[in-house]
């Protein structure tokens, strides 16, 4: 592995991706995006896998795409590596335990859950690079965080603090840095305890929702397979017993 390039590791039912660059403030560089869609379509194979992390060491969570980089060439586009993470068929969840710049903070959005400390803070500096952003990540900041402050964000490049980032709704859970770990451990446990085809599907459903590319054929597909699946009958018969459920896929 390249040193810096962001690392996949799996233990059972929980994937993390981390990004590895603490001393550039975790900024991805032309590879690391091809890195991350590799580590996405690994996990997306790995049918035991059904909670996927994205975490990073260091100060600061990420400072988004190399500036240098923009417009040169690369294995992979930023905006399909991204869309690739929003699409991932496992639940995502992010830890941000600094600040989120730039790309990072769509990085950050294509996730199911984001998890920020208090010592968090984000901005999108797009309008004051003279850059335009692309389609998906603007509906994004849209479907997430409603248009007016979507505006208010790209259109003055404006940095907002970790309180402010949880009440426009980027934060979904604003904890103390100390708890951070703590908070995420909670959230995986509890999302790796649900049964996979359910929670999988309705993750996949609910965000073409927001795209407003809701497949209706494929959406009653998918509730049909829950209801002929064993993770049902083993769902009502550990209701019924009042014991926690012993979840399959199946």
Not at 55 to 78: L, S, W
Not at 166 to 187: C, M, N, S, W, Y
Not at 221 to 232: F, G, K, P, Y
Request: net charge neutral; aromatic share 6%.
């Amino acid at each position: 592995m390249t040193p810096g390039t962001p690392e996949l590791r799996i233990d059972g039912a929980v994937a993390t991706i981390v990004l590895r660059r603490p001393q550039q403030a975790n900024r991805l560089e032309p590879d690391d995006l091809a890195a991350i869609s590799d580590h996405v379509a690994r996990v997306n194979h790995e049918r035991s896998v059904s909670v996927l992390r994205l975490q990073a060491g260091g100060k600061t969570f990420c400072a988004g795409y190399d500036i240098g980089q923009i417009g040169g060439t690369r294995p992979v586009a930023f905006e399909d590596m991204v869309n690739a993470l929003e699409e991932a068929r496992p639940v995502t969840l992010v830890l941000l335990q600094g600040g989120v710049y730039g790309g990072a903070t769509d990085l950050a959005l294509a996730c199911d859950f984001r998890l920020g400390s208090t010592a968090t803070e984000m901005f999108m500096p797009a309008a004051r690079l003279g850059l335009h952003f692309y389609r998906r990540g603007l509906e994004r900041y849209v479907s997430r965080l409603g248009l007016d402050q979507a505006k208010r964000l790209f259109l003055t490049a404006e940095k907002i603090d970790a309180r402010e980032m949880h009440a426009i709704g980027f934060l979904t859970q604003l904890v103390a840095p100390e708890e951070l770990p703590v908070a995420a451990d909670r959230l995986t446990a509890t999302l790796a305890a649900m049964a996979p085809l359910a929670v999988t599907g309705m993750k996949k459903h609910l965000n073409r929702i927001a795209r407003g590319t809701l497949d209706a054929t494929e959406l009653q597909r998918d509730i049909e397979r829950t209801l002929a699946s064993h993770d049902l009958q083993e769902g009502r018969a550990a209701w019924a017993e009042k014991r926690t459920p012993r979840f399959t896929g199946e």
